[in-house]
């Protein structure tokens, strides 16, 4: 396969729920999406889910569109690929970068399933018909997380997620836990403790938790393996890995008992495929992580979600939680906590490209017209 164009739209969307967490409040969610079109004319799209601002990883939407502009898409261009795996060694070359790599990544994947006349799912090696739904509450008053969580299960959520940090975890954790005794509970931290915070997370063990997610800092698996030793919760590591042998290396050092994996965070498809084969080897549990991403991206950890070894909720929520309206059609609808995986070639979902043009700030296509 060559790819002949390749148009980048950055675009903005008003999420219907500003969402917050200890370090951040996203109220407009910018993203990337990304259209590649081979020699016959056929399309597939991908998406970059770096933040505006640095506050998740070291991405910004402005360094992904740099990257994008100057260094992966001329790589791509007018080479012949033989598969997507191409692509993600190619892009090897240079260092980090991991969501703006995986927006160029994620349009061939589709394009390469499309060709092949199969759903991505199966493409990849899927196996389930339909994933398990989480969705993550963030924060607010106890009474308004209450009332939220209420919701979220009569909607059919199989497994709730709450944010923390030091300022707000036992005591409002107990209270959800009262209420709820029985839903699955996980909460993430987003890098909100240190080691010297071991005695208080112990304190959550009481609460029987599903796990707590990325306590420590964002880029340390040596700590999380010290304070796994204390904890009977699971830690489960999110920001910690962003390749197969930060995988390999937590696993080794006995880091967590779960893994988020999330396509942008991890640079790709062909990297989150490796690292669900990895912790399988292993015994590790994964699931699947959101990004306040539109339906492109949700469509591809629909996909990977329906691997065999993502046996935990991921946060796969209908797109009415976080759009007025998704850039996909049909939306991603949950329905008693299940989402189907899609059939149809491809991504398998019709993608609105001149709603994508009307929220759109910014527009480039390569090659450019001279």
């Known amino acids: 396969m060559k790819i002949e164009k390749v148009d980048l739209f950055l675009t903005s969307m008003k999420l219907v729920q ?24 056929n399309s597939g799209w991908g998406e970059v889910v770096a933040f505006s601002s640095p506050w998740y990883t070291e991405e910004t939407i402005e360094t992904a569109w740099h990257m994008l502009t100057e260094f992966f898409i001329p790589t791509v261009l007018h080479q012949e690929w033989e598969s997507p795996r191409g692509v993600n060694e190619a892009l090897l070359h240079w260092k980090r970068n991991q969501m703006a790599k995986a927006g160029v990544e994620m349009a061939i994947w589709d394009l390469f399933a499309k060709q092949a006349g199969v759903s991505l799912a199966e493409y ?4 389930s018909r339909e994933v398990k739904a989480g969705v993550v509450v963030s924060m607010d008053t106890p009474e308004r997380m209450l009332s939220t969580i209420e919701h979220r299960i009569k909607e059919g959520y199989e497994r709730i997620k709450v944010k923390v940090d030091p300022a707000n975890d036992y005591e409002i954790l107990k209270k959800i836990r009262d ?43 040596v700590e999380h393996a010290e304070l796994q030793q204390v904890l009977s919760t699971p830690v489960c590591l999110d920001e910690s890995i962003v390749s197969i042998q930060d995988a390999r290396n937590a696993i080794k050092l006995g880091s967590c008992k779960v893994m988020s994996i999330k396509i942008g965070r991890v640079g790709g498809l062909a990297n989150a495929i490796d690292i669900h084969n990895t912790c399988a080897e292993h015994g590790i549990p994964v699931w699947c992580g959101g990004m306040l991403e539109t339906g492109i991206s949700r469509a591809f950890h629909i996909a990977l979600a329906s691997l065999p070894n993502f046996t935990i ?12 309206k998704d850039v996909i059609t049909p939306e991603v609808v949950v329905k008693n906590g299940r989402l189907p995986v899609p059939d149809g070639p491809g991504i398998g979902f019709e993608v609105d490209e001149a709603f994508i043009k009307k929220i759109s700030k910014r527009k480039a296509s390569f090659p450019t017209k001279k």
Not at 18 to 41: M, Y
Not at 124 to 127: D, E, K, N, S, T
């Open 18 to 41: 500003p969402f917050r967490t200890h370090q951040e409040t996203v109220t407009d969610r910018e993203s990337i999406l990304i259209k590649a079109t081979d020699g016959s004319g």
């Open 124 to 127: 990849i090696g899927g196996v």
């Open 313 to 324: 909720p991921g946060d796969l929520s209908s797109s009415s939680r976080y759009w007025e």
């Open 179 to 221: 209420a709820f005794p029985d839903i699955a509970l996980l909460v993430d931290a987003n890098s909100a403790y240190s080691l010297r915070d071991a005695k208080r997370l112990k304190k959550l063990d009481a609460l029987n938790l599903l796990m707590i997610e990325q306590p420590l800092a964002a880029d340390d698996i």
